[in-house]
């Protein structure tokens, strides 16, 4: 474990006190989850931004191409 000094304004940090007791968690644990959230995001947008670069548009023509004309989706 890494301990860590931050400085937030009083606004977030009587929030985050406020919406951490609502969760039943410590503050600690919900300032954790909020910034393990935020890492997933970021490092899932990096992700699919570097999958997205390596596409082309003919490969992605050519597999629409073997799809039936036929093909249809059901409306929900």
């Known amino acids: 474990m890494t301990n860590i000094e931050i ?3 009083d606004s977030i940090s009587q929030s ?3 919406l951490a ?3 039943g968690v410590s503050f600690n644990q ?3 989850t909020a910034l393990a959230e935020k890492t997933a995001v970021l490092m899932s ?3 699919l931004q570097e ?3 390596r596409g082309d548009r003919a490969s ?3 597999v629409l191409s073997r799809v039936s004309k036929q093909a249809t989706v059901e409306p929900i």
Request: net charge neutral; charged share 20%.
């Open 30 to 32: 919900f300032v954790s």
């Open 21 to 23: 007791a609502l969760d």
């Open 60 to 62: 992605y023509d050519a």
């Open 45 to 47: 947008q990096t992700y």
């Open 51 to 53: 999958r997205a670069s």
């Open 7 to 9: 400085q937030i304004p």
């Open 16 to 18: 985050s006190y406020r």
